[in-house]
């Protein structure tokens, strides 16, 4: 009865990773391979999150990165959302990078989720210090407020998180409370 209860996909979806580490400093054994995958295919939206950012970051896998945001983001993963946002504003293209701004924009003026936008950061900020980071578009940060005179804000942005109402600002600030946090190969 156990068995069948553990290997219930709904146990995999739900289970809490945050004792599972990211990047393993030891090798892990095939059985916490097996879980590990088991959690992924069940959709677990931490294990979805925890694989896009590595599929973006790590190993420059755009289809992937998407696919597995989108059903984190579907299932209410904060992060994924964040990571989302972000992955748009390097992504090259306008059209997205608007889209990642509004998205953005939104978190931010959203109460509950602009509480947890710092931990989301907070969060991907350590990520991405485990890792080598080898997405060359993340050595050219996108700059998305082109009015920047314009503004009441600091020449440069600091390191502290300031509250602007631009959103374009907004994007331009995490870009930089991001930008050069990670380990480059």
Not at 7 to 19: A, C, I, W
Request: with cysteine; net charge neutral; proline share 4%.
């Amino acid at each position: 009865m156990l068995n069948e209860i553990a290997e219930d996909m709904y146990v995999y979806q739900h289970v809490s990773l945050d004792e599972v580490p990211i990047i393993p400093w030891k090798p892990i054994s095939q059985e916490q391979v097996t879980f590990l995958n088991t959690c992924l295919q069940s959709e677990n939206p931490e294990s979805l999150y925890r694989q896009a950012v590595l599929d973006y970051f790590n190993k420059t896998n755009l289809e992937s990165t998407c696919m597995h945001l989108q059903k984190a983001v579907k299932s209410g993963h904060t992060g994924a959302l964040y990571v989302t946002c972000i992955v748009l504003l390097f992504s090259g293209d306008e059209e997205l990078k608007q889209q990642g701004i509004k998205l953005l924009g939104n978190m931010k003026k959203t109460n509950g989720l602009k509480r947890r936008l710092r931990i989301c950061r907070n969060n991907l900020n350590s990520i991405l210090k485990m890792i080598w980071v080898k997405n060359p578009v993340l050595l050219e940060p996108p700059v998305c407020c082109t009015s920047r005179d314009q503004h009441h804000k600091k020449r440069r942005w600091s390191e502290v998180e300031e509250d602007v109402t631009c959103e374009a600002c907004v994007a331009d600030q995490e870009i930089n409370l991001l930008s050069g946090r990670y380990n480059f190969d």
